[in-house]
């Protein structure tokens, strides 16, 4: 009898072309559907709760799939019999049982992305950070990142994509703390569109390098033009961190601050 399964997973995606499966490159779900394939005998379909670019992270990407034919590994062994067939820069960090019609994507009620800026140039950070080449004002960085916050179309702060039918996103929270070396941007959603969050950090910038003000960027999001979003922040400090469902599945791996 077909057990449908959901899966946490976390991944490097340095050397991954976004999580999407597509021809002739490596994508997160490619390896992963490999992985499902080999630890079950039997070519298997996940769907994830949203698409990551190229070159982005997630420590708490979700995925649902169906096994059609069943299988006899228990539900908390899931997990490591997948990671046997993984590369190391991919992991499963659990699995569940879940209702047959549970849907990663649609029922999702929010997701959360970290965005991780880092004042020092350092060959240990460059894979998950961005070093602006100049120095910034943390002050200016957190007052542009209020402008994003409510329900607002995010057409100028987004890719235009053909199978794209709403722009607008509710987004819940974004804010910004300062680290230990650096700042951290955590922006909560209900739900993103193409390159959204890159769009947004890479305009905060702007606004912390005094390039724009924050009156420009709250014009430049009414305006619903693409071409007054400044260069976007690149993939290597965005991480997707969590992603919440009305159903308790998870929980217990969310980040404290939730």
């Given at each position: 009898m077909p057990r449908p399964l959901a899966l946490l997973l976390e991944y490097d995606g340095t050397h991954y072309a976004g999580w999407q499966r597509q021809p002739n490159v490596r994508t997160v779900q490619g390896v992963v559907e490999k992985a499902v394939s080999e630890t079950f005998g039997v070519p298997t379909q996940i769907v994830g709760s949203g698409r990551t670019d190229s070159g982005v992270h997630a420590r708490g990407q979700v995925a649902h799939m169906l096994i059609e034919n069943g299988h006899a590994i228990p539900t908390d062994k899931v997990a490591v019999a997948l990671n046997t067939h993984l590369p190391a820069d991919v992991r499963i960090r659990a699995a569940e049982d879940v209702d047959a019609s549970f849907h990663a994507r649609y029922d999702a009620n929010w997701r959360e992305y970290s965005y991780t800026i880092s004042d020092e140039h350092s060959v240990f950070y460059e894979r998950f950070s961005w070093c602006p080449k100049k120095p910034y004002d943390h002050d200016?960085?957190?007052?542009?990142?209020?402008?994003?916050?409510?329900?607002?179309?995010?057409?100028?702060?987004?890719?235009f994509r053909a199978d794209c039918r709403s722009y607008?996103?509710?987004?819940?929270d974004c804010n910004v703390s300062e680290t230990e070396g650096g700042s951290l941007v955590r922006i909560r959603a209900n739900r993103f569109v193409y390159s959204m969050v890159r769009s947004i950090v890479g305009t905060m910038m702007d606004v912390a390098l005094s390039r724009r003000t924050v009156d420009d960027v709250r014009t430049a999001l009414k305006a619903?033009?693409?071409?007054?979003?400044?260069?976007?922040?690149?993939?290597?400090?965005?991480?997707?961190?969590?992603?919440?469902y009305p159903i308790e599945i998870f929980h217990r791996y969310h980040p404290a601050h939730l």
């Open positions: 200016l960085l957190a007052a542009a990142a209020v402008v994003f916050r409510g329900e607002h179309d995010f057409t100028t702060f987004s890719k607008i996103c509710n987004v819940m619903l033009d693409r071409s007054a979003c400044s260069e976007l922040a690149p993939p290597q400090g965005l991480c997707l961190t969590t992603v919440h």
